[in-house]
């Protein structure tokens, strides 16, 4: 059964970071809808006066953060001695775990194009041990035939698997391109979420009937098994996106999302006491605490 859609969504215009200009496509509000994902931020931008300032060192803790560049350059730190640049068609996929600090520094670019996605951990977890992933452009598998490229980040695609499996969330993130008069089908189990945003041309999302729709353009999906979006006259490109349901409490306070209040209160103790980080290449804390706050 093809799901239907559920919502559209287009989320809104805002600040973050330093000033930095995006669109939150969705975020704290839209709990637990998304679940087993808590936030999407898109960067579409050919001034580098929007997004410049960057974001300087901050904490998380109890997620997972997924920045994907179709076009554009950030340079990036951290607390565990990783540093580097991600650049056109790459990703960085952070797992934060039992807590990290960085620092993420977009330069400027022709274009700035993608998107930062919260994935959330499950309470087992939270408390890992933070890992870090550089993405680069030939670790991503591509399908391509006549009507479609499918740029896969996470998950399986027509035999293909992605360079990032999670057993408790089991995403998918897939970057398609698709054709004009053609169409992607996706089968996925019947009571995962799943999201697409369109981020170029125009695109039908609904399986038994035509209403086309432009970027920027999200859909969330009802639950079924198969999943189908066709373009028309025009072609487009979007992500698609979907994950198995934690279905847990969310305590989020700013960058740290938690099962409880107590649990994000120690986090809080902790970095006023400096003992956030649990390993010994940590940086000194008191420099991020004025960035953590309450969501």
Known sequence: MYRKVKTYFEGRETQDGAGVKLRRCFGYHQIPDFDPFLMMDFFDST?????????????????????YLIKGEIEHGDSIGNSGVIRDGQCQWMTAGSGILHQELPQPSAEMLGVQVWLNLAADN????????????????????????????????????????RADTRPTFFDVELEPESEFIFELPADFNAYAFLIRGEANFEPEKEDLRKYPQGVLYQSGSKIKINTAENEARFLFLAGKKLEEPIAWGGPIVMNSREELALASRELDNGTFIKNKKEKNVSQINKFYQED
């Open 47 to 67: 001034d580098p006066s929007d997004y410049n300032r960057g974001f300087p060192w901050h904490p998380h803790r109890g997620i997972e953060t997924v920045t």
């Open 126 to 165: 939270k408390m890992t041990e933070p890992q870090y992933g550089d993405i680069t452009e030939e670790m991503i598998p591509l399908y391509e035939d006549d009507e479609k490229k499918v740029h896969i980040i996470a998950g399986e695609y027509e035999g293909l698997s992605g360079e990032i499996q």
